[in-house]
């Protein structure tokens, strides 16, 4: 079955600076990619997702790129801002259940 | 649409009792899902439901805990007798279709379980 694996497990950053979070799968079939943004006592709030026939995806600060080849994928925050500061999870689809196997979740901290 | 509605937020109770998770989903989504979090483990996938129907329970883990969704807008995720190491935040999920359409999943904000 699909493994999810994330790293770093904490990451903390000057506000302004850019945030980096990587993600490996097992599941070289996997074709769906989310990433999860959880705030302090909220439930994991989806925040972008990459399907397997794109590279790369932006949506304003945030984007998220796909090596298919070497199965990894990678969150990128840019211009951290206090308020980015939550744990962040990654995600892939198993493809043969269907589930979503999440990683251990980044926490990021941004300083002001 | 209020979301994904949990209750009871925080249950703190001992050792062999039964303890009750409720979940109302989104209106309109048929897709339903439990997650267990800990800091050990992570988000874990413990059952889902598709129409009311249970899926795949495999991720249950044992035979104290058990499901059901008796209709469209109600879920119950119930412990008997409940142990120290069931203690973690229980999640609530809906989405349309288990999200493989849109994908995305829609997450209450949880119930934190202390069994002491």
């Known amino acids: 079955g699909e493994n999810v694996e994330q790293h770093p497990s904490t990451l903390s950053v000057q506000e302004g600076d850019s945030a980096v979070i990587k993600c490996t799968y097992s599941?070289?079939?996997?074709?769906?990619f989310p990433w999860y943004k959880q705030e302090l006592g909220k439930g994991p709030q989806l925040i972008i997702d990459?399907?397997?026939?794109?590279g790369e995806k932006k949506d304003q600060r945030i984007a998220v790129t796909l090596n298919k080849t070497a199965k990894h994928f990678s969150l990128h925050i840019t211009e951290t801002q206090p308020e980015d500061s939550a744990v962040y999870f990654c995600?892939?689809?198993?493809?043969?259940?269907?589930?979503?196997?999440f990683g251990q979740g980044t926490t990021l901290q941004v300083k002001p | 649409d209020a979301g994904v509605i949990q209750s009871p937020r925080h249950e703190v109770t001992e050792m062999g009792q039964e303890v009750t998770l409720r979940c109302k989903p989104i209106?309109?989504?048929?897709?339903l899902f439990w997650y267990r979090q800990t800091m050990m483990r992570g988000l874990e996938l413990l059952i889902y439901?598709?129409?009311?129907?249970?899926?795949?329970d495999s991720g249950m883990p044992e035979d104290r805990f058990s499901a059901k969704m008796p209709n469209a807008s109600f879920s119950t995720l119930k412990i008997q007798p409940s142990e120290p190491r069931d203690s973690a935040v229980y999640f609530c999920?809906?989405?349309?279709?288990?999200?493989?359409?849109?994908?995305?999943?829609?997450f209450g904000e949880g119930s934190r379980l202390t069994v002491l």
């Open positions: 209106s309109g989504h048929n897709s």
């Open positions: 995600a892939a689809r198993d493809s043969n259940t269907g589930k979503l196997i």
């Open positions: 439901f598709n129409n009311n129907v249970p899926i795949d």
């Open positions: 990459i399907r397997s026939n794109v």
């Open positions: 599941d070289s079939a996997s074709n769906y």
């Open positions: 999920a809906s989405s349309l279709n288990g999200g493989r359409d849109t994908g995305e999943l829609f």
